[in-house]
């Protein structure tokens, strides 16, 4: 079974660092690229981040771009979002997902959510 | 990112067809064929319904459908059953490289 699962949960302080993991199975991971899109709680859906097949290529929305660096490891079926300087708008439930395509928005397996909240 | 504006709410009778549209620019769903939507109940993960404008992922029925005019993309919901009822989010590739997500409509089915 195709799955994603994504790990990392947890309460943070401002300005504090938080790492996402998501962890694939059940695909040739090391051939997608892959995305985390959140969603604020109540809210719309927001990408934040995509990384290619092969780890090289990331880009990232404005809000995160600086704070959050997203990486991969093929040989672990792995992907991860280390998150720094974590501010209180970042609180949201957040999804691994992998991409069909490169270029098209072609995203077809989710993750359940994890979800990050930032409070003091 | 500029989210994509969508109606808050669109609403329809169990059989019924409606349309939800999805405005951008010419920098994001003008310009690229590569607007998805997605569908999400509540408390559920997306769901991929609509890929590169019309085309349909294994599984999804062929009562969704999506169409792109100018800035303006749009999915359609034929033959409307209780079980559609859920979020529908449309989103685009941009000219930045980034991605943008519609604001979000609620289907409510009567």
């Known amino acids: 079974e195709v799955q994603l699962v994504e790990s990392g949960e947890g309460l943070v302080q401002p300005g504090g660092p938080l790492r996402l993991s998501c962890e694939a199975s059940?695909?040739?991971?090391?051939?997608?690229?892959m995305h985390w899109v959140r969603q604020f709680p109540g809210k719309g859906l927001v990408w934040v981040a995509r990384?290619?097949?092969?780890?090289?290529?990331?880009t990232y929305a404005d809000s995160v771009e600086g704070r959050f660096t997203i990486t991969r490891d093929n040989a672990k079926n792995m992907l991860f979002l280390q998150m720094s300087s974590l501010r209180v708008e970042d609180t949201a439930v957040y999804y691994c997902v992998r991409a069909a395509a490169t270029i098209s928005f072609r995203l077809d397996v989710w993750g359940p959510g994890t979800t990050v909240t930032v409070s003091s | 990112q500029s989210a994509l504006t969508q109606p808050a709410s669109v609403s329809g009778s169990p059989g019924q067809s409606i349309t939800i549209f999805c405005t951008g620019t010419r920098s994001d769903v003008g310009g690229y064929n590569y607007v998805s939507w997605f569908q999400q109940h509540p408390g559920k993960a997306p769901k991929l319904m609509i890929y590169?404008?019309?085309n349909r992922p294994s599984g999804i029925s062929d009562r969704f459908s999506g169409s792109k005019s100018g800035n303006t993309a749009s999915l359609t919901i034929s033959g409307l059953q209780a079980e559609d009822e859920a979020d529908y989010y449309c989103?685009?590739?941009?000219?930045?490289?980034?991605?943008?997500f519609g604001t979000g409509t609620m289907v409510t089915v009567l």
């Open positions: 989103s685009s590739y941009t000219s930045r490289g980034t991605y943008a």
């Open positions: 990384l290619s097949d092969d780890g090289t290529r990331a």
């Open positions: 059940g695909f040739t991971f090391g051939s997608y690229w």
């Open positions: 590169e404008v019309t």
